[in-house]
């Protein structure tokens, strides 16, 4: 019952920017900490950012200060803009929450960051 969706994903130069959106569904979105995640396949999974319900945020150290969470509590969407992107940036990207107790994940949406 509860859904995440991303999007925005997709090949871009170094340098460059993309936004990435995940939409939310079966929760109280404006209620849920809400968390974007990384992982490619010679790489952990790594927490990149998160934000609470009511907008405090906290960013992994690799963003270098590049990226930006937000929300929107109307359109139940997470957002990440990430700019001056470098090839270590690129993985898949997944939204997450936690609803008592338990992770729900996205399906993911790729970045792919091309010299």
């Known amino acids: 019952q509860v859904h995440l969706r991303e999007s925005g994903g997709g090949l871009v130069q170094a340098g460059g920017s993309l936004r990435l959106s995940c939409s939310a569904s079966?929760?109280?979105?404006?209620?849920?900490?809400m968390n974007w995640f990384r992982q490619n396949p010679g790489k952990e999974r790594e927490l990149v950012a998160s934000i609470t319900g009511n907008g405090r945020t906290v960013y992994a150290d690799s963003t270098q200060g590049r990226f930006t969470i937000s929300r929107d509590n109307v359109r139940n969407t997470v957002y990440l803009q990430m700019t001056n992107l470098n090839a270590g940036d690129s993985a898949v990207y997944h939204c997450n929450t936690r609803r008592q107790g338990v992770d729900f994940w996205g399906r993911g949406t790729p970045v792919t960051v091309s010299a």
């Open positions: 079966g929760i109280n979105f404006k209620l849920h900490d």
